[in-house]
Nanobody, 121 residues
Framework: QVQLVESGGGLVQPGGSLRLSCAAS????????IGWYRQAPGSERELVAN???????GYGDSVKGRFTISRGNAKNTVYLQMNALKPEDTAVYYC???????????????WGRGTQVTVSS
């Protein structure tokens, strides 16, 4: 089992910045892809940014040039730096990962509980 814990959400004014953190923990696992997704009320969950184990990154079109995903020095920690925030960025942000057991090599998707980001004046 893999546990993902997000932190860093909150209320910010338009044009402001926030940094989200996601820490993955567990035993006998290897993460192949980890990233951030968001879901606004009445909308489907969408990709914000992700990163492969090899460091290849991908971004949703609406956040390109404003958000940056990065890997922390601590093992299995990723960050999402969000700049130039807009009201439409308001959503619950979830950390998600696809990981394999290093014992069975079976893969599975894991999700954190989410952290609220509200962009409002």
């Amino acid at each position: 089992q893999v546990q993902l814990v997000e932190s860093g959400g909150g209320l910010v004014q338009p044009g402001g910045s926030l940094r989200l953190s996601c820490a993955a923990s567990g035993s006998a696992f290897r993460i192949s892809v980890i990233g951030w997704y968001r879901q606004a009320p009445g909308s489907e969950r969408e990709l914000v940014a992700n990163m492969t184990a090899g460091g290849i990154t991908g971004y949703g079109d609406s956040v390109k040039g404003r958000f940056t995903i990065s890997r922390g020095n601590a093992k299995n920690t990723v960050y999402l730096q969000m700049n130039a925030l807009k009201p439409e960025d308001t959503a619950v942000y979830y950390c998600g990962a696809h990981a394999q057991s290093t014992i069975t090599w079976r893969g599975k998707d894991y999700w954190g509980r989410g952290t609220q980001v509200t962009v409002s004046s």
